[in-house]
């Protein structure tokens, strides 16, 4: 079992649907996390961080859930511009810097 | 501007090359990482260094080398031992501190024909 798993994907929605993924990690001792956006053969950029009282940025909401061990991320009324794969990262609670990535959900947003 | 940067952005190599990917940063940031990435796949960690002058092996460091003798410079050097170089290679930077996020450059695209 990977030690950061994502929904497959890819989630094909019309512009202006609510779409959800989902992010599953193994290592309880987590402590920080993360999502990430990645377009086309570019570089990650940070999407959000995710807290455990949950958090909101726009019409982007993400929560995490320590019991069951996954975080998730909500997109509002979605654009064009969302299509992207969005990567699910889980850093651990030492300071061994060391980041584990999911493998990404791709998502694509159609007029 | 603040960044980070890598060079080339493309890099076409013939099997049993060495070579080496360049990786910069003036962010001041501590700590610095290397990933892998192949097609659709998420990002593998190479190497990462928390502080100058030490680094550590990542989930797939056979086949590759670092130095890190500068704060602003973290080179990756594939070597001719790396079974399957050809992948997008991804250098990061971060404040040394668990919390916070890593800032990515644009990549390196290698080929190895």
């Known amino acids: 079992r990977k030690e950061v798993e994502q929904d497959p994907g890819p989630f094909n929605v019309p512009e202006g649907a609510t779409v959800a993924f989902n992010c599953t990690y193994s290592?309880?001792?987590?402590?920080?996390f993360f999502w990430y956006r990645q377009d086309c053969r570019k570089e990650p950029k940070l999407l959000m961080s995710?807290?455990?009282s949950g958090n909101e940025d726009g019409r982007f909401t993400a929560q995490l859930n320590r019991a069951s061990q996954y975080i998730s991320l909500l997109i509002r009324d979605s654009k064009l511009s969302d299509s992207a794969t969005y990567l699910c990262v889980v850093r651990p609670n030492t300071n061994a810097g060391k980041s584990t990535f999911g493998d990404g959900t791709t998502l694509t947003v159609k007029p | 501007d603040g960044g980070i940067t890598q060079s080339p952005k493309y890099l076409f190599r013939k099997e049993g090359q060495n070579v080496t990917l360049s990786c910069e940063q003036n962010?001041?940031?501590?700590?610095m990482y290397w990933y892998r990435q192949d097609p659709g796949q998420g990002l593998r960690l190479i190497y990462y260094s928390q502080i100058v002058n030490d680094f550590q092996k990542g989930d797939i460091a056979e086949g590759y080398s670092v130095s890190r003798e500068k704060k602003e410079s973290f080179p990756l050097t594939v070597t001719s031992a790396q079974k399957n170089p050809t992948a997008f290679y991804l250098c990061?930077?971060?404040?040394?501190?668990?919390?916070?996020?890593?800032?990515f450059g644009p990549g390196t695209r290698l080929t190895v024909l």
């Open positions: 290592n309880s001792a987590s402590q920080s």
């Open positions: 962010l001041n940031h501590d700590a």
């Open positions: 995710v807290y455990s």
């Open positions: 990061a930077s971060s404040i040394a501190d668990r919390a916070n996020e890593q800032f």
